[in-house]
């Protein structure tokens, strides 16, 4: 037992002139230099305004894919890529001597089924027709019918025109090709009202409304112009974990052209909070931290954070007005060090 009171003995006294020795070193340890930048007053007004900015591509708000929905041969081409078009103008015609030979033809068909019916009628009602027969004119002349309509619009659809005024964005095959059904032969973009889409991040998309304010700027035509914020998709893409979101512009020069790049500004108002280094916020075990210089000596703040704003990170909660916040040479700092400000 005595043997065991004096080894405990022993231990205590190692561990007291440990902890003397650690503290002895602690006091002796050189003043770390730091940079600093003081939160001043001005950045917690409600009224700083930053922005975030995207890459996106001009898009026209509408366009028509025109087609002749039975083919044919091309016969006149009267538009070409670029064009600038009104709405009913004659854009291209494919050859009509075949649809109008199958019209006549039909026509003959139909008009022959209708003599039929009406002399069957007269006999059916008189009694001297059997059902069976009277339901075969009926059938017949239904079906003369139906050719009929197939071959008139056949016919008809020999012209594409315009729906509505734009420019000719997309014009398929030369004079002489054949155009198979449905294959489109031109298509039109409306212009006068162009959007530009973007992609957002994740972690910027509930900073985003409809109704928001953007400024967009296009280098290859030196233009600016300004929109707004009219489509947020709410589902994310897989791969890039980005949200499309898509804005009207107002181009009343009509200088922009669908699938021109772009820069997208939006604006965003009315926070409280600073602004300090991204790379001055450190994440610790408790959460995020700032380093401060507090009496000459650095001391560690758990620190709230929102959004990334003009290349540092808005702070909203834990700082106040005047506090010193260390930027550089926190690397090698500890709770109480002593700082020298460079």
Not at 193 to 205: G, K, R, T, Y
Not at 258 to 263: A, Q
Request: with cysteine; net charge neutral; charged share 15%.
């Amino acid at each position: 037992m005595n043997r065991l009171k004096y080894t405990y003995i022993l231990f205590s006294i190692a561990i007291i002139f440990s902890s003397c020795s650690n503290h002895s070193t602690s006091d002796n340890r050189k003043p770390v230099r730091v940079c600093v930048e003081v939160v001043a007053d001005s950045l917690s007004t409600s009224n700083t305004q930053y922005s975030h900015s995207y890459m996106g591509e001009i898009e026209e708000s509408s366009s028509a894919s025109l087609n002749f929905i039975f083919g044919g041969q091309i016969t006149e081409i009267l538009v070409k890529e670029g064009d600038k078009v009104s709405q009913g103008q004659v854009l291209m015609c494919v050859d009509a001597t075949e649809a109008k030979a199958s019209l006549s033809s039909a026509s003959a068909q139909l008009q022959q089924a209708k003599d039929a019916f009406n002399r069957v009628k007269q006999v059916y009602e008189q009694g001297g027709v059997s059902e069976i027969k009277w339901v075969e004119v009926q059938t017949q002349l239904a079906q003369a019918q139906s050719v009929y309509d197939i071959a008139h619009k056949n016919a008809s659809n020999r012209t594409l025109t315009a729906p509505f005024s734009g420019v000719v964005g997309e014009v398929n095959g030369s004079v002489g090709d054949h155009l198979l059904p449905g294959q489109t032969a031109v298509k039109i973009l409306n212009i006068n009202s162009l959007c530009v889409s973007f992609a957002v991040p994740e972690a910027d998309i509930n900073s985003i409304n409809t109704g928001d304010k953007i400024s967009i700027y296009c280098e290859s035509v030196q233009k600016t112009c300004d929109g707004t914020i009219t489509e947020k998709s709410m589902i994310a893409n897989r791969l890039s974990r980005t949200y499309k979101v898509k804005a009207t512009l107002n181009d009343k020069e009509q200088k922009l052209l669908s699938g021109m790049n772009c820069k997208i500004d939006i604006a965003q108002t009315n926070f409280n909070g600073f602004i300090v280094p991204a790379h001055a916020v450190q994440t610790h075990q408790n959460g995020k931290t700032l380093w401060i210089v507090r009496n000459g000596h650095a001391q560690r703040i758990n620190v709230e954070t929102g959004n990334f704003v003009n290349n540092g990170v808005l702070i909203t909660g834990g700082l106040s007005n005047g506090d010193t916040v260390i930027v550089s040479g926190y690397q090698k700092l500890y709770n109480g060090a002593a700082v020298i400000i460079e």
